[in-house]
C-alpha cells in the first residue's frame, strides 16, 4: 500500500467531523474547535475513527483522537519533562545516561489528544533529518549509552529508507544492547506494518544483528482489534519483543476492570506491560484527563488483583523534570510512598521518599 497516501484520507477539520461521521456542532463549538486544531492540529485515521460508536459521547476511543472545547483550559506545562533542558543535538534527548532518545519525527498517523509533546504535534520534521549524522556521532562518542530510543512523534511515520538508515546505522555501534521504536502505529493505522513487506523485510534483517524492542501505546481494551493484532504479530514474526505503555486517563481506562482487560488481552497477545504512567499536567490535556495520585494508585492496585503474574510486570510511574518516580503505595494520613526508578541526577537512583497527598492532588514535581 501507498501508506502516506492514505494518510491522506485522514479527517483534520471540524467540517470533515460533521460531513463524515454525522456530528453537528453549534456555531460556537465550531470556533472554539477550530481554535483548538489551529494550535493542536487534529488528523485520525479512518480505520481509528471506525473503532468510535458515535451513539455514545463517552466513547473512549472518541475521548482520544476527536478534539473537546475543554482543551481550551490552558492550565498546566507544554514541557512537563523539561525536555528541552536535556536536548543535545537538534532531535536527540539525553536525560539519563544509558539512554538516548531520538525525536526522529514530529508527525503521526493520528493526534492523540493527551499527547505530552502537543507542542511539536504536526511540525515539520525535515530539520530533524538533517542533523542525523551529529546524532550518530554523538551516540557514538558516548559509550555510556547502551540503549537508544527512536520515537517522535511516531518513529514509524519515518520513511522505509530512514528507517533503515537509523538501524544500520545504530546496530553497528558494539556499545548498544538494543534499539527501540516508540510506535501507536500497530494500534491507529496498524495495514502500515502488515501490508509493508519492504519495512517488515528491513526490520527481519536487523532484528537478526541487533535485537529490536518495539514499544506500543495501548489505552484500551476496544484498541485491541483483530486488524491490530495482525500487525502485532507480523512483527513478533520479525522477531521483535513488544511491550507497552499505557497512560492512565481520566474517562478512558479509569476503572480497574477496564484496566485489567487490557492488560489480560495484551499479554495474551504476547505484549509486555511496561509502565501506566501518570498522565501528566500539560496544557490542555491536565484538566480533561488527569487523575488524583490517590485515585490512580487504587485502580491500578485493584486491576492488579485481577492479573496474573506476568501481567503484573510493570511499574505504575510519573516521568517528571527530575526522572521517572515510581508510585509505591499509600501510607498512613494521605501519605504516599514513591521511588526514584530513573533519575537524572544519578544520586538519586533508588532513593525512596514520602510525600504528603492531598486528596484532588495529580503530580509531585
Known amino acids: 500500500m501507498d501508506w502516506a497516501k492514505e494518510l491522506e484520507q485522514n479527517v483534520t ?5 460533521e ?7 453549534t456555531t460556537e463549538e465550531k ?5 483548538i486544531i489551529d494550535a493542536y492540529p487534529m488528523s485520525v485515521t479512518r480505520f481509528y475513527l471506525s473503532l468510535i460508536d458515535f451513539k455514545d459521547e463517552r466513547d473512549p476511543i472518541r475521548r482520544m483522537c476527536i478534539p473537546s472545547v475543554k482543551e481550551t483550559d490552558m492550565n498546566g506545562s507544554l514541557d512537563t519533562s523539561g525536555e528541552s533542558d536535556n536536548t ?13 532518545l531520538i525525536l526522529s519525527t514530529n508527525q503521526c498517523a493520528m493526534y492523540c489528544r493527551h499527547c505530552f509533546r502537543k507542542r511539536l504535534v504536526g511540525q515539520s520534521s525535515a530539520e530533524i533529518i538533517k542533523h542525523m549524522d551529529e546524532i550518530i556521532s554523538y551516540i557514538n562518542n558516548h559509550k555510556d549509552i547502551s540503549n537508544v530510543l527512536i520515537s517522535g512523534g511516531d518513529s514509524f511515520l519515518n520513511t522505509n529508507n530512514t528507517i533503515k538508515n537509523y538501524l544500520e546505522k545504530l546496530s553497528a555501534m558494539e556499545q548498544l544492547d538494543f534499539i527501540r521504536f516508540g510506535t501507536r502505529v500497530p494500534i491507529t493505522f496498524p495495514m502500515r506494518i502488515y501490508e509493508d513487506n519492504e519495512l517488515l523485510k528491513i526490520l527481519r534483517e536487523y532484528s537478526n544483528k541487533k535485537k529490536i524492542y518495539i514499544v506500543t ?4 481494551p476496544n484498541e485491541l482489534t483483530e486488524t491490530s493484532k495482525r500487525a502485532i504479530n507480523a512483527l513478533i514474526d520479525c522477531g521483535i519483543i513488544i511491550k507497552n505503555q499505557t497512560v492512565l486517563l481520566k474517562g478512558v481506562n479509569d476503572d480497574s476492570n477496564i484496566l485489567a482487560d487490557l492488560i489480560n488481552k495484551m499479554t495474551g497477545w504476547g505484549i509486555i506491560p511496561y509502565y501506566i504512567f501518570q498522565c501528566r499536567p500539560v496544557s490542555g490535556v491536565k484538566n480533561q484527563f488527569q487523575l488524583p495520585l490517590m485515585r490512580g494508585y487504587k485502580i491500578v492496585e485493584e486491576a492488579k488483583a485481577r492479573l496474573n503474574g506476568h501481567g503484573k510486570c510493570f511499574r505504575y510511574v510519573l516521568s517528571n523534570k527530575n526522572g521517572k518516580v515510581e508510585i509505591l503505595g499509600i501510607l ?6 514513591f521511588k526514584y526508578h530513573e533519575s537524572k541526577d544519578e544520586a538519586n537512583y533508588g532513593k ?13 514535581d
Open 31 to 35: 470556533e472554539k474547535l477550530n481554535e
Open 217 to 220: 501505546h495501548y489505552n484500551h
Open 332 to 337: 498512613k494520613d494521605n501519605t504516599m510512598l
Open 88 to 100: 543535545v543535538v537538534t532531535g536527540l534527548q539525553h536525560k539519563y545516561r544509558q539512554t538516548a
Open 13 to 17: 477539520t471540524v467540517e470533515e467531523l
Open 19 to 25: 460531513e463524515k461521521l454525522m456530528l453537528h456542532f
Open 352 to 364: 525512596v521518599f514520602t510525600k504528603p497527598i492531598g486528596k484532588d492532588q495529580c503530580w509531585i
